[in-house]
């Protein structure tokens, strides 16, 4: 996979914790829980404190039952269903999240599209992966850790994922890390996982709760790649530019 960066190295971590980010997360709350942001919703900021928001389209992936339609209600901060139904189609849920850059101290909305689609439906239907495909910014790759076979599977999943031009973000997420006590996987094998492949694996588990802490891990984790790969794109365009100049 791609080199990611350093966790914090673009983002300030725990923004939230701090004072002048109180502003910027009041528009993404609604009496103390997430507020719910429809396809054509956004956060209304104040004039004096407008920022630019970006746009990605981000793909959840992993076999049923691993925790797709679960992850897209927590980063939503919803609750998260307690009987699994396996995804008819594909789901799509917008979040919103406030992001300080470290260098520039520069804010920013970024507004994932998050896109959960049922294993089934994608294999009866072969349509639907190339429109999840389209314009796709991120994968995020799902294993359970009461499910081996999930773990086992990661590398077959991500290589499908493989193209010539490789932009595309792709990080591993564990789910169900709050049944740490049932895991099928142990950590020396996540550490194992993580040299091999030189990514993070981001974890996640148990009941949502309204505050923001077990999400902005997570979300500023998929920013921080998301904005790191914008930026190495918009550096080679401007090499590109420059070649073509002289
Ligand atoms: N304990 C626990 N259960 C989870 C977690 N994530 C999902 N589940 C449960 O696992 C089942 C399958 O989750 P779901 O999101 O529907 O799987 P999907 O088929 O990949 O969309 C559901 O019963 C969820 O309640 C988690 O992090 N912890
Ligand atoms: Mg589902």
Redesign the pocket.
């Known amino acids: 996979m791609a080199p990611v960066p350093q966790p914090g190295a673009a983002v300030v971590a725990d923004w939230h914790r701090d004072a002048d980010s109180r502003e910027f997360f009041s528009r993404i709350l609604h009496k103390k829980r997430r507020r719910k942001f429809s396809l054509l919703e956004s956060p209304v900021m104040p004039p004096h404190l407008a920022v630019d928001t970006v746009h990605y389209k981000v793909f ?1 992936s ?13 980063l939503a901060g919803r609750s ?8 008819t189609g594909i789901e799509t849920t917008v979040v919103y999240w406030p992001v300080k850059l470290r260098e520039s101290g520069r804010v920013l909305f970024f507004r994932l599209q998050l896109w ?1 689609c ?2 089934n439906a994608l294999r009866r239907f072969d349509h639907l992966l190339p429109s999840c495909k389209e314009q796709l910014d991120a994968v995020l790759f ?1 294993f ?1 850790f ?1 499910d081996r076979t999930s773990f086992d599977d990661l590398s077959n999943q991500i290589a499908k994922w493989s193209g010539p031009s490789d932009r595309l973000v792709k990080l591993v997420v564990g ?5 740490f006590m049932h895991s099928d996987v142990t950590e020396r094998e996540v550490t194992r996982f993580q040299e091999e492949w030189g990514s993070p694996v981001l974890r ?4 949502v709760s309204d505050g923001l802490g077990d999400v902005a891990a997570l979300l500023n984790g998929l920013a921080e790649n998301l904005w790191h790969q914008d930026c190495v794109a918009a550096s080679q365009h401007s090499q590109q530019a420059t070649g073509t100049l002289i």
């Open positions: 959840i992993g076999k049923s039952g691993v925790g797709k339609t679960a992850l897209a209600a927590r998260i269903p307690s009987m699994h139904y396996e995804t959960d049922g294993e799902l359970s009461t789910t169900k890390y709050d049944l996640t588990g148990g009941e």
